[in-house]
């Protein structure tokens, strides 16, 4: 196993981080968290992007010199990361004295390899994005595509990059690494990007001083990109002039490691052009993956501090606990993909999954039957007198285990997190069926020590593979069934594999629940003090004018629904890459789509009156996304196809432009 390198973007300290923010540096550590779990030699990299015009500016906002600016605003982010359990190994800051050094080698290196010329550059700033755009890149109004402000026109000296020279060799770079970019869809942009051939890239800026100096030429200041890319090998003390020795650089940077960095898909186009040719001109290897997630987003829109319609996630931590929050993230937006906030579905999976779900598991066995008629005690089993229906759950378990890790391996934690749940779904099915309750009544001892050590079992299983995701709730589950915490160790591998290691006669401390329900009116109390729910005033009596609230009370019981309850549905464009028939059906087709994740869902479609299965092959269609899989003739479909019919037939929903796979309909 190769030792395994992540990051997250360092993020820009002009604001305290967001919800947003969060979302990427939750998901790098879940994944980093999964590694170590593998025993896994890990590192995982996180930091803050220091330099540039928008911090320069921001400092003097608030009458700071940038440094002292920046100084002030770097604990907030540890204490974010420290709050939401983010166990990062290193914290790099762009002020850094090892940084700056390291990016000033680079340039040399890359000086060296003659890719750097001085001219005169002139095009749009978007002093947000810190880069620049062509006019035709620009939204009308000369405004920026993400940030929505108009653009700066900047002419001034400046060093290039000689990228042009790199169009080809990138491309052929991918060519040799197909997985470099995830999603797939993102890589065919990227692919599509480059083939239009590159423009020479500029590099340093002279119209402001909050960089770090140009080797040989102090008037210009570095392109805060060019100054912040490397911080991914700068933190591990890639080699400088005079530096023999670089061990975490040898160990974590191919081609001894896999590295992959996170970011989100907008800046991307950095991250898998602009840096693997910095790099290929200093000689130095590309990362092995660069994995672009969607936005976290609120009403379809980026959630971000300069749209204004950002939420902190203080609050909910506050209100939910970290691990609560850090599900949520992973489990509702599909990764690579965006994700509306939504807080109706945050206390529906609450009280669906977590409560009812795992916490009802461990409720039911540990702190009913176990400490009532078991004295508390892991029983003893024969393993050779189980029946059919414990060995399913063992094979379920099996079966589950290896999914989840195959979805982690991939960087799909929203689907891991649906087979650990299908786990979770399974066992309380268990529970139903054997009815410990009632063995406990007619004290059949030993059918009732085999359920209970069967699902302790199961529940053991699910203490390990929820442990990435939730760190401190996997903890007081295996508090309850009486084992330690999770510790990672090198080159031990703790993923489940091997049924019945809980030892018969531990002392469980069952009693407590796990995720105590919240009810409608705890639900009113968090809302308020999350700022999302108004204190509502005292029922008046009814008046003439009725109110905003009233009418829209009215328009509901008139069949219509909230733009909420819409937004419940996640639609998404997918592209069809197989369909096949189902024997014995002439109504259902098997279809593979690809709505831009790891890999496509399988989708069954009652549309084979319809349509030949070939005629569908590359067809863009709407997804239904967030629908539970289910089972249809022994086949599960992840999905709904969205199709309309008439009298004479029926038409799937399609797009009347390329969009991207995986794009979402609003
Ligand atoms: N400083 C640059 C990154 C340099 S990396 C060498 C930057 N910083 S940022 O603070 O503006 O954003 C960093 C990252 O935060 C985004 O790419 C993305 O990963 C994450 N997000 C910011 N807003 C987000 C959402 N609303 N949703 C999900 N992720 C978001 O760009």
Redesign the pocket.
């Known amino acids: 196993m190769k030792p395994f390198y992540i990051t997250?973007?360092?993020?820009?300290v002009n604001d305290k981080p967001?919800?947003?923010?969060t979302?990427?540096t939750v998901a790098t550590d879940v994944i980093a968290r999964y590694q170590r779990l593998r025993g896994r030699p890990t590192r995982f990299l996180t930091g803050l992007?220091e330099h540039g015009l928008k911090i320069e500016r921001r400092a003097k906002e608030d009458g700071l010199e940038p440094q002292e600016f920046v100084n002030r605003m770097a604990p907030p982010f540890q204490e974010a990361w420290d709050m939401l359990d983010c166990h990062y190994d290193d914290f790099i800051r762009t002020t850094e004295a090892r940084h700056r050094k390291r990016v000033q080698a680079l340039w040399k290196r890359v000086d060296a390899n003659g890719d750097i010329y001085l001219d005169n550059y002139e095009d749009w700033y978007c002093v947000g994005c810190e880069r620049f755009y062509t006019e035709k890149e620009l939204l009308p109004d000369r405004l920026c595509p993400d940030h929505k402000k108009p653009v700066e026109r900047i002419k001034e000296e400046s060093y290039f990059f000689k990228l042009s020279e790199y169009t080809q060799k990138l491309l052929d770079f991918y060519e040799a690494h197909p997985n470099f970019v995830k999603p797939e869809g993102r890589f065919n942009e990227v692919k599509s990007f480059v083939k239009e051939g590159l423009r020479d890239l500029s590099i340093s800026r002279t119209s402001f001083r909050w960089g770090i100096p140009v080797p040989a030429n102090s008037a210009h200041v570095m392109y805060v990109?060019f100054d912040?890319?490397t911080?991914?090998i700068s933190a591990l003390g890639a080699p400088t002039e005079g530096e023999e020795q670089a061990p975490l650089f040898d160990k974590f940077w191919p081609p001894k490691s896999e590295t992959i960095h996170?970011?989100?898909k907008?800046?991307l186009r950095?991250?898998a052009v602009f840096w693997p040719a910095f790099l290929m001109s200093a000689g130095l290897e590309p990362p092995t993956q660069v994995w672009a997630?969607?936005?976290?987003?609120v009403n379809g829109e980026?959630?971000?501090k300069s749209l204004g319609n950002f939420l902190s996630p203080e609050p909910m931590v506050a209100a939910f606990g970290s691990d609560v929050l850090r599900y949520y993230l992973m489990r509702d937006v599909g990764f690579g993909q965006d994700g509306d906030f939504s807080h109706a579905s945050l206390f529906a999976r609450y009280n669906g999954e977590l409560s009812n779900g795992l916490g009802n598991l461990l409720q039911r066995i540990v702190g009913g039957i176990v400490t009532n008629h078991l004295n508390a005690k892991v029983p003893h089993v024969d393993p050779s007198t189980l029946q059919d229906i414990d060995k399913e759950l063992i094979q379920t378990a099996h079966r589950c285990s290896e999914q989840a890790a195959c979805h982690l391996d991939a960087i799909a934690p929203n689907r891991a997190l649906d087979t650990i749940w299908e786990l979770v779904a399974s066992a309380n099915r268990y529970v139903d069926q054997t009815a410990p309750w009632t063995l406990a009544k007619t004290g059949d001892k030993q059918r009732l020590a085999e359920v209970c050590y069967t699902t302790m079992e199961a529940l053991r299983w699910l203490s390990v593979m929820i442990w990435p995701i939730m760190p401190n709730k996997s903890s007081e589950l295996r508090a309850q069934l009486g084992l330690a915490p999770i510790m990672p160790t090198e080159d031990v591998d703790l993923w489940p594999n091997a049924w019945g290691a809980l030892l018969a006669g531990t002392q469980t401390k069952g009693g407590t629940a796990l995720f105590a329900r919240i009810d409608k009116d705890q639900e009113k109390q968090i809302l308020r003090r999350l700022g999302v729910l108004d204190v509502e005033a005292p029922a008046k009596p009814s008046t003439k004018t009725s109110s905003k609230k009233d009418k829209k009370d009215k328009a509901m019981t008139e069949g219509h629904i909230s733009i909420d309850d819409f937004f419940k549905v996640e639609l998404r464009i997918g592209e069809v890459k197989e369909a096949e028939r189902i024997p014995k059906s002439d109504k259902l087709l098997k279809l593979q789509i690809d709505i831009g994740e790891s890999k496509p869902r399988q989708i069954l479609a009652g549309i084979g009156k319809h349509y030949e299965p070939e005629q569908l092959i590359g067809k863009k269609l709407t997804i239904v996304a967030n629908l539970p899989p289910r089972k249809m003739m022994g086949l599960e479909s992840q999905g709904m196809v969205l199709a309309a019919s008439d009298a004479e037939g029926l038409s799937v929903l399609g797009v009347d432009k390329d969009l991207v796979i995986g794009s979402k309909v609003s």
């Open positions: 997250t973007p360092i993020y820009y967001h919800l947003g923010t979302y990427s992007d990109w912040a890319l911080n991914y996170i970011v989100g907008d800046i950095f991250h997630h969607g936005w976290l987003t980026k959630m971000s």
